[in-house]
């Protein structure tokens, strides 16, 4: 059974930097892409930044150039470096991937880890 576990979220304030971590267990032949979602009180879930088998990476334009998404291949791990937060950053992070596992590709998501910025 694959698993998805975040960790990381917390509170902070305006201008400062938290990390999320993702870590894929379980019985996992390959991965194709991860990537972080958030979602606000009262909007959709919205695609934060993804990073795919190549090391490619794209981003919303809401965060670009603040926040960095990286994997660790050999630890099937993916981490969002979060810096110049914004009180408007402040929504639930969800971390999903597509995992090759019992030979089929299927997506998996993780439990979510609150963020909030304020002061």
């Known amino acids: 059974q694959v698993q998805l576990v975040e960790s990381g979220g917390g509170l902070v304030q305006p201008g400062g930097s938290l990390r999320l971590s993702c870590a894929a267990s379980g019985m996992i032949f390959s991965i194709n892409v991860m990537d972080w979602y958030r979602q606000a009180p009262g909007k959709e879930r919205e695609l934060v930044a993804v990073i795919r088998s190549g090391d490619s990476t794209n981003y919303a334009a809401s965060v670009k150039g603040r926040f960095t998404i990286s994997m660790d291949n050999a630890k099937n791990t993916v981490t969002l470096q979060m810096n110049s937060l914004k009180p408007e950053d402040t929504a639930v992070y969800y971390c999903?991937?597509?995992?090759?596992?019992?030979?089929?590709?299927?997506?998996?998501w993780g439990q979510g880890t609150q963020v909030t910025v304020s002061s």
């Open positions: 999903h991937a597509d995992i090759v596992a019992g030979g089929r590709l299927r997506p998996y």
